[in-house]
């Protein structure tokens, strides 16, 4: 019996999603388990890797129950990650040695200052790797694990020592043990990779007195990673055959294959990727250079532009009790004509294009006449100039203005915040009616990897979208851009 279904899977940071997909890249059944938050310490963030392998098996049978398909349905399954969240585990035992440390984790905050004040250390990561020496990446979590776990070191001297991103964890447990692979695009979110020669660098394993064996081969995005136990995963016997991190997978979702594709998701955080092409962009201006995926004929980068805070400014609003729910923030907005208030978010510091880790959230231009309404509008406001200040300036590392954005996550259902990010771009926005887009860029590569339809085909095939158009002018918007960077440079200059 020919087999029609493709599983994808999106390893995320607080849960796993699975969607069935058939022959047309028709969703045709869901899955999602949540797994547990882990924090021992203030700022200290950990996952049980045994805990989200239960769950990628309970929402892959989700997936197959909804999609009414049997394990034998199943022609090849593909994979997206969470990135930077490392771990460590014994490969004669199969057992991890410590919990996964999680990207947003900043245990290894002093030890990046550190390497980041040691010499050239700085400007050598950065031309090797296209990132910034910072605890947000893999490469310090590691050497905090080998300095930490006492059995890392016993099984580092043994041979046995495995390290990996998640993605390398589940491939070693769908293949019931056998393979010890991950993709360039996770590879280069490690801070150990040069994105340049393909390969682990050899100057930064040294340096951190990381052992190059105990990392996994690096294959393309899209080919064969392993074939599924059928023991170990559902009794499914297939290929494993894409994989790469969450954000390039949104990436591809939204079709923005070619160079000056841009997208933009907004979650905890705003995650902006510009596709650049087969150039790897050295950013003048505080964005990182990253491979989003490597179909085998070479990698294809992109720059990459954080804002820390989007929707952690949210529940911040509601745990001061400006808000009961995020939904009615668009109502509040709307309830007033314009605000002359304006919030800075910065409440875990400022990623790029201004890098500063010391800069806190504030309200700059409150009046007695100042509101409720005033407050929530303003936060949605400053959400849209933190994701215009990356818009700006990839703007300028190319040369051109942005022509659109295309955009999706939990905030891009509010109404106010897409018309007002369309107005302080300038440019229309596009708002994915799909909510799991990094899933279903995931599903997509699986498909081209099995042949089931090319990167054309997918056009006709691509998720509706709401389209939000700019309605201010060209004054106003400069206006209200000179009056943020204002605000900006006021806030940063508190310490």
């Known amino acids: 019996m020919t087999k029609e279904i493709i599983l994808a899977i999106d390893q995320g940071t607080t849960g796993t999603k699975v969607l069935a997909l058939d022959r047309m890249a028709r969703v045709v059944g869901q899955g999602f388990r949540e797994h547990t ?46 990135g930077e969240t490392v771990m460590i585990w014994d490969a004669e035992t199969g057992r991890p040695l410590y919990n996964a440390v999680v990207w947003q984790c900043r245990r290894t905050a002093a030890m990046a200052e550190a390497w980041a004040r040691d010499r050239d250390w700085s400007q050598r990561v950065l031309a090797k790797t296209g990132l910034r020496i ?113 954000q390039p997978a949104a990436l591809y979702g ?55 805070t989007a929707g952690t400014a949210m529940k911040w609003l509601q745990k001061v009790g400006l808000l009961q729910t995020a939904e009615e923030s668009a109502e509040l907005a709307l309830s007033i004509p314009s605000t002359e208030v304006i919030f800075v978010p910065a409440l875990t510091g400022m990623a790029a294009p201004y890098w500063d880790s010391d800069a806190r959230g504030a309200f700059v231009g409150i009046s007695a006449g100042a509101g409720r309404a005033d407050l929530v509008r303003a936060v949605l406001e400053g959400v849209a100039h933190r994701v215009a200040d990356v818009a700006e300036t990839m703007g300028q590392e190319l040369g051109a203005p942005l022509s659109y954005l295309r955009v999706d996550g939990g905030m891009t259902r509010n109404p106010f915040l897409m018309q007002f ?75």
């Open 37 to 82: 938050q882990h924090y021992p310490q203030p700022g200290w963030v950990e996952h049980d890797p045994e805990e989200i392998w239960q769950m990628v098996k309970a929402a892959a049978a989700d997936a197959l129950r909804d999609a009414g398909a049997s394990p034998a349905d199943v022609a090849g399954v593909g994979h997206d990650n969470q």
């Open 134 to 246: 910072d605890p947000y990446f893999s490469a310090t979590k590691i050497r905090w694990l080998l300095d930490h776990v006492p059995a890392a070191q016993e099984a580092m001297r043994a041979g046995r020592l495995r390290i990996g991103t998640l993605d390398t964890w589940l491939f070693w447990c769908l293949s019931g043990g056998k393979a010890f692979v991950t993709d360039p695009s996770t590879a280069a979110r490690t801070l150990l990779f040069n994105i340049h020669t393909g390969t682990w660098d050899q100057e930064i394993l040294d340096y951190l007195q990381i052992p190059r064996e105990a990392l996994p081969e690096v294959r393309p995005t899209i080919g064969h990673f392993c074939d599924t136990d059928p023991d170990a995963f559902l009794g499914i016997q297939a290929p494993v055959v894409a994989s790469l991190v969450d």
């Open 254 to 308: 939204h079709l923005c294959l070619d160079p000056g594709g841009v997208k933009c998701t907004y979650g905890t955080g705003c995650f902006m990727y510009m596709n650049t092409g087969s150039v790897p962009v050295a950013s003048r201006a505080g964005l990182l250079t990253t491979v989003v995926w490597d179909k085998g004929q070479g990698p294809t980068y992109a720059l990459d532009g954080g804002v820390y």
């Open 421 to 495: 990010q369309a107005d302080i771009l300038g440019v229309p926005v596009e708002v994915c009616n799909f909510p799991d887009l990094t899933c279903l860029g995931t599903g997509f590569l699986t498909g081209e990897a099995l042949g089931w339809w090319s990167p054309a085909d997918l056009e006709t095939r691509r998720p509706s979208v709401q389209t939000y158009y700019p309605k201010q002018s060209a004054e106003w918007r400069q206006a209200q851009r000179e009056k943020w960077r204002t605000a900006v440079a006021a806030v940063r200059t508190i310490r």
